[in-house]
């Protein structure tokens, strides 16, 4: 847990407090999906609405959001090829479990060559190969520098042209999320190896061989969306014996079906709520009332979480009937009040950490350490991403605010603040630090709202809600948010203390 999400989060609120808040937020949120849906219901005929609202529920009469062009592929045209191909893993890994466990990574690999060939095409395999060679090659110098240089130039051919272009004309035939397949096939092939190559370079006494870099990287539910999983784990995963615990079956059965229920939430949500399209109007967007705004923007956000946390979990069933233990989804956007715990991909969060920010950082406590770690691991983000004005802007935000959370933790640790701090009482401190976390979960939403959605609609929300809403729709919605804090903050308290008597208890035992 970082230093800062731990603050404040020991001390307990009277409850009618925590009731009041609860109340509140449950107010504030119902009231601006009123004005959302409202405006969603004013807007579906709009001529600017065309492209992106279509028939959806005609029995109802209601239209549906479309604007999000991979959830619509992932969900229509793909669905059922995504359906064969993952069903067609689980078979025949049962299978190859069943009678032969000890060959179940060669099976992996051998059918997501199959699968990746079939559906990119021999040549795309071929290129992909050779990006393995190149970093298994590599990895035999021993030398980390080497490894990281060329698994961050081979990222760099996936994502600026001319290697972009030349790369993808060995892609055999034409469809919809061909390039959407192609980059993420790519990118997550490179990481994968460089990951390979950095774990081969700190362990030089364990002998990777080409064969573990080829069982790794072609495990098919990974493939091409993530999430990525660092070579050490995997590979100490694939190796054990397909002993599944007690009451794991359950729990995966319990992820396959709040999957299938956040799929129906999702489709059911975007009949009513229009909350991708609105934003592209921006002549409509800004008729909004200050609190639907508010709203819109938070939604987009909690939208990109759920379509992360559905992917992600997806794969992850699939994983885990593998014997495997995949990155979690990542953490919901709502119980998010600190930088550092921000994330939208847990894998790729976790690569980030062990190859770069923790590497450089080291405890994270000094601030020219970490102000050298965070550039570093932001420029590689933005490499990932895909270099462009938006992801610059994204970037230099985003490693502001991280870095702003540990001078603000070095201020109050030493100097006026901590003397403030020590006469209050814990409650009240409590209180004060949950109203900073306020500022900073807007801040994090402006700053990703940037690249979630775009420049313009950020600048209109920015203004309504700061400048022409100061000071009654500013304080207002800080003081839902504050709510908002406070109940994750109670909740993170009730999940310490159970852990804790978890200890207590196993000490005891």
Same mark, same amino acid.
């Given at each position: 847990m970082s230093p800062l999400l731990a603050m404040g989060i020991k001390t307990a609120l009277p409850p009618a407090e925590l009731g009041l808040y609860f109340l509140v937020l449950s107010g504030a949120l119902a009231y601006a999906g009123q004005g959302l849906l409202e405006a969603s219901q004013d807007g579906a005929h709009r001529k600017a609405f065309r492209e992106s609202v279509r028939p959806g529920w005609e029995y109802l009469g209601r239209k549906m959001d479309v604007a999000d062009f991979e959830w619509v592929m992932w969900f229509t045209s793909f669905r059922n090829i995504i359906v064969f191909a993952l069903s067609g893993h689980v078979l025949f890994a049962k299978l190859c479990t069943m009678v032969a466990p000890q060959l179940r990574s060669w099976m992996y690999a051998v059918y997501g060559v199959l699968a990746v060939a079939g559906t990119m095409g021999p040549?795309?395999?071929?290129?992909?190969?050779?990006?393995?060679?190149?970093?298994?090659?590599?990895s035999l110098s021993g030398q980390r520098w080497l490894c990281l240089a060329l698994g961050l130039a081979s990222l760099a051919s996936f994502k600026v042209d001319p290697g972009v272009s030349w790369q993808s004309g060995?892609?055999?035939?034409?469809?919809?999320?061909?390039?959407?397949?192609?980059?993420?096939?790519?990118?997550?092939?490179?990481?994968?190896?460089?990951?390979?190559?950095?774990?081969?370079?700190?362990?030089?006494?364990?002998?990777y061989s080409f064969a573990d870099l080829l069982k790794y990287n072609f495990y098919l539910p990974f493939f091409f969306f993530g999430p990525i999983m660092?070579?050490?784990?995997?590979?100490?995963?694939?190796?054990?014996?397909?002993?599944?615990?007690?009451?794991?079956?359950?729990?995966?059965?319990?992820?396959a079906g709040l999957s299938a229920a956040a799929i129906v939430a999702v489709d059911i949500f975007f009949h009513f709520f229009? @909350?991708?399209?609105?934003? #592209?109007? !921006?002549?409509?967007?800004?008729?909004?009332?200050?609190?639907?705004?508010?709203? =819109? *923007?938070?939604?987009?956000l909690v939208y990109d979480w759920v379509k992360a946390a559905v992917l992600f979990g997806v794969v992850n069933t699939v994983a885990r009937l593998d014997?495997?233990?995949?990155?979690?989804?990542?953490?919901?956007?709502?119980?998010?009040?600190v930088f550092g715990e921000t994330h939208f991909d847990r894998g790729i969060n976790d690569w980030l950490c062990k190859y770069v920010y923790d590497h450089i950082g080291g405890d994270h406590c000094s601030v020219i350490p970490e102000l050298a770690a965070s550039v570093a691991t932001f420029v590689v983000t933005t490499l990932w991403l895909?270099?462009?004005? @938006?992801?610059?802007?994204? #970037?230099? !935000?985003?490693?502001?605010?991280?870095?702003?959370?540990?001078?603000?933790?070095? =201020? *109050?640790?030493?100097?006026?603040?901590a003397q403030v701090e020590a006469r209050l009482s814990e409650q009240m401190s409590r209180r004060v630090r949950a109203l900073?976390?306020?500022?900073?979960?807007?801040?994090?939403?402006?700053?990703?709202?940037?690249?979630?959605?775009?420049?313009?609609?950020?600048?209109?929300?920015?203004?309504?809600?700061?400048?022409?809403?100061?000071?009654?729709?500013?304080?207002?919605?800080?003081?839902?948010?504050?709510?908002?804090?406070?109940?994750?903050?109670?909740?993170?308290?009730?999940?310490a203390l159970e852990g804790e008597q978890r200890q207590d208890k196993g000490k005891l035992e």
């Open positions: 040549w795309y395999l071929l290129l992909l190969l050779g990006h393995c060679m190149v970093l298994y090659v590599a060995f892609v055999t035939g034409t469809f919809d999320l061909q390039d959407v397949l192609f980059l993420g096939g790519g990118s997550f092939t490179v990481l994968r190896c460089t990951s390979f190559a950095l774990e081969s370079c700190a362990h030089p006494d364990r002998r660092t070579f050490d784990r995997f590979h100490a995963q694939v190796s054990q014996d397909p002993v599944r615990p007690e009451g794991e079956l359950w729990h995966i059965q319990a992820q229009y @909350i991708l399209t609105i934003p #592209s109007d !921006l002549k409509f967007a800004s008729r909004l009332p200050d609190s639907a705004l508010a709203g =819109l *923007a938070y939604s987009n014997h495997l233990d995949p990155p979690q989804p990542p953490k919901c956007i709502t119980a998010l009040y895909g270099p462009c004005d @938006i992801v610059y802007l994204w #970037s230099v !935000l985003n490693c502001f605010g991280l870095n702003f959370e540990l001078w603000v933790q070095k =201020l *109050a640790e030493h100097g006026p603040l900073c976390g306020a500022v900073n979960f807007w801040a994090i939403i402006m700053y990703n709202l940037v690249s979630l959605n775009s420049l313009e609609f950020t600048e209109l929300v920015a203004r309504r809600l700061i400048l022409t809403g100061f000071p009654q729709t500013t304080l207002a919605v800080l003081f839902v948010t504050y709510c908002g804090v406070q109940l994750v903050k109670e909740r993170e308290r009730s999940l």
